[in-house]
């Protein structure tokens, strides 16, 4: 079984730590940034490369300095990129759920991300 490439985005370092330990239970390889430029910044580096080095999930907070993640999944999906890109937020009202779907999310999970959250991504996107 191939190894699963995870962007994490997330400027809370508390929400890092629960977040990587859920991933790395999982068995998943993740990176990780802290607001969306930085995101924009990792995914365009991997899209310019051979392509194989893409990212299968981008897990996503929104309010986070410089770039919020509505603005990120934007910009990601503005360069052409197709990756799974799933909301991971405490803002959870229909209409912020509305707005990251309106801005290119696949989908939302409310924070925090559990064991539970992510198997169901995995398998609801095909990466499990």
């Given at each position: 079984r191939r190894r699963i490439r995870v962007l994490l985005v997330e400027d809370e370092e508390i929400h890092r730590v629960v977040a990587r330990a859920v991933l790395r239970a999982a068995g998943v390889e993740a990176d990780e940034a802290e607001n969306g430029a930085?995101?924009?910044?990792r995914v365009r580096e991997r899209v310019g490369g051979a392509g194989a080095g893409?990212?299968?999930?981008?897990?996503?907070?929104?309010?986070?300095?410089?770039?919020?993640?509505?603005e990120a999944t934007r910009q990601i999906r503005a360069m052409g990129v197709t990756t799974t890109i799933v909301a991971v937020s405490s803002d959870s009202l229909p209409s912020d759920v509305q707005a990251f779907i309106a801005a290119g999310a696949d989908d939302f999970t409310p924070k925090p991300l559990t064991k539970e959250k992510l198997s169901h991504i995995l398998s609801k996107f095909g990466l499990a």
């Open positions: 930085e995101a924009v910044r893409a990212y299968d999930l981008i897990l996503t907070d929104k309010q986070m300095p410089i770039m919020d993640g509505h």
